[in-house]
Nanobody
C-alpha cells in the first residue's frame, strides 16, 4: 500500500508560521529525494524545497530564508517549516518522492488578512 499523507495546513495571517508534515511509506522514503511542491490557482505546480536522504537541501528562491525542509528517516516523515508567510504562499502543498509517480492529496495553506 502506497501512502503519502500531508497535514498541517490551514489559514494563517501574513507573517505567521505553519509546519507541514508528510507521512510516507517506508519504501519510497529511504531510496528517494523527498520534495515539497505547491500549486496555486491558475499557476503551474512548482518545487518548493527538496531534501536528500543525507539531509542536503534545495529551495526555490521565493522561499529561501523563510522555509526549512527536514526529514526524520526513522519516522518516514518529511516536514516543511514555513515562517514569515506571505499571501503569495497560498497554495495546495504536496510532498513527492523525486522520480516517482506518487502524490498525496495535498494540504491547503491560505495566507490572508
Amino acid at each position: 500500500q502506497v501512502q503519502l499523507v500531508e497535514s498541517g495546513g490551514g489559514l494563517v495571517q501574513p507573517g505567521g508560521s505553519l509546519r507541514l508534515s508528510c507521512a510516507a511509506s517506508g519504501s519510497m522514503f529511504s531510496m528517494n529525494v523527498m520534495g515539497w511542491y505547491r500549486q496555486a490557482p491558475g499557476k503551474q505546480r512548482e518545487l518548493v524545497a527538496e531534501i536528500t536522504s543525507g539531509g542536503s537541501t534545495n529551495y526555490t528562491d521565493s522561499v529561501k530564508g523563510r522555509f526549512t525542509i527536514s526529514r526524520d528517516n526513522a519516522k518516514n516523515t518529511v516536514y516543511l517549516q514555513m515562517n514569515s508567510l506571505k499571501p503569495e504562499d497560498t497554495a495546495v502543498y504536496y510532498c513527492h518522492p523525486k522520480l516517482s509517480r506518487y502524490w498525496g492529496q495535498g494540504t491547503q495553506v491560505t495566507v490572508s488578512s
